[in-house]
């Protein structure tokens, strides 16, 4: 059964605070996926990485960051938090060819920045 | 700019059928997916559509033109489990697999 962990379901942080959301696919996948999710809003895309230390923008970078050192760990980091930054973030994996459309989602973790 | 527009919100009854759009301009379009999340749940994928036409999944059929840039979910013999909020999303980045997705439209599957 494929899947896609994240380190925590609900996260409480303090403005400013630096922030670390684990991300971590068992399927051997190239591509992985930060993704924020907000009422109305739909998913956008934060951050997105095809290979080992490899990168790209999404849509919605600004005050983040991403590190994969691993294929299989993607992180996202919030250099320091803020209120605007409370949401639902999302962590996905796809392979990089055939994929069809496919992104395989983690649970989530919701993140509340006071 | 990319946009997908879906409705935000739609009603039905139990062993009803009900039909879900999503209109997409897109500076690049390699096929439409669409996805289904339970309240509280991760987005799970439900189909993808390449090429103009319909693809049928079960109870769930997708329909692609992409003349008009135009797709649909059909859900047919709606049960109570289906009330979830279902996502479209373009597929834009080929080899990346990088979508972009709708504001998602809820549906409410009533007895």
């Known amino acids: 059964d494929v899947k896609v962990t994240q380190s925590s379901r609900y996260l409480v942080k303090r403005t400013g605070e630096k922030v670390f959301l684990e991300c971590v696919q068992d399927?051997?996948?190239?591509?992985m996926f930060w993704y924020r999710q907000d009422p109305g809003l739909g998913l956008r895309l934060i951050y997105f990485s095809y290979d080992v230390k490899m990168k790209e923008k999404g849509d919605i970078p600004e005050g983040y960051s991403v590190s994969r050192e691993k294929k299989e760990r993607f992180s996202l980091i919030l250099e320091s938090a803020s209120t605007n930054q409370t949401s639902m973030y999302l962590c996905?994996?796809?392979?990089?060819?055939?994929?069809?459309?496919?992104?395989?989602f983690g649970p989530g973790t919701r993140l509340t920045v006071l | 700019g990319q946009s997908l527009e879906q409705p935000s919100e739609v009603t039905a009854v139990e062993g009803a059928i009900v039909q879900i759009n999503c209109t997409y301009q897109t500076s690049g379009f390699y096929g439409l997916s669409w996805y289904q999340q339970h309240d509280g749940g991760a987005p799970t994928f439900l189909s993808y559509n390449a090429l103009d036409g319909l693809e049928e999944t079960g109870r769930f059929s997708s329909f692609l033109s992409r003349s008009d840039s135009y797709g649909y979910l059909l859900l047919q013999e709606l049960q109570m489990k289906d009330s979830a909020s279902y996502f479209c999303a373009v597929k834009y980045g080929g080899a990346t697999n990088k979508l972009i997705f709708g504001t998602g439209t809820l549906l409410a599957v009533q007895p």
């Open positions: 996905a994996s796809s392979r990089g060819q055939r994929t069809g459309g496919e992104q395989f």
């Open positions: 399927m051997d996948h190239e591509n």
